[in-house]
C-alpha cells in the first residue's frame, strides 16, 4: 500500500520522535542569539521603562517633530527681542535721553582719528605715491 518514499518518511518521522533519536540531535549545538549591547545597556533599559509607564499613564511623548519645535523656539525668541528693543526705544524716546544719545555719537566721532583722503584712494595711485617716495630716496643717496 505504501510507497518505499513514503515508507521512509513514516520512519523517519517515527524515529524522531523516539527518545534515542533525540539523543543525536543533542549533540548538534545550536548558536545562541548574541545579546545587543545597545538593548543590554542600563540607560536604555531604564528608558524603555520610562517610557513603558507614561504609556500606561496617559502621558504621549512630544508628537511634534524636533525641526519644529526648534522653528517654534527661534520664533519665540525672536518676538521676546523685538519687544525687548520696542520697549528700549519707547524708554528712549524722552528728549534727555534723545540728546545724551547725541552727545555720545558726536565724542565717538570725535575720538575716531580722521581718515585720511589716501585711504579712499585707489590701489594703483598710493603704488606709484610709494614709488616715488623710493625714487627721490635714491637720487637723494647718490647726491651724498
Known sequence: MYSEIQREQVDIRGLMARPEHR??????IKPKKLPNPVKASRS???????????????IGVDSKPELQRV????????????????????RLQCPFEQELRRRRQ????????PEK?????PE??????NLRRIATLTSEERAL
Open 44 to 58: 536604555h533599559q531604564e528608558l524603555h521603562r520610562e517610557l513603558l509607564m507614561n504609556h500606561r499613564r496617559g
Open 71 to 90: 522653528l517654534e523656539l527661534r520664533r519665540r525668541n525672536q518676538l521676546v527681542k523685538k519687544k525687548e528693543e520696542e520697549l528700549e526705544a519707547k
Open 106 to 113: 558726536r565724542l565717538n566721532e570725535l575720538e575716531k582719528p
Open 124 to 129: 594703483f595711485i598710493k603704488v606709484r605715491e
Open 117 to 121: 583722503e589716501e585711504d579712499h584712494a
Open 23 to 28: 539523543e543525536r540531535n543533542a549533540e548538534l
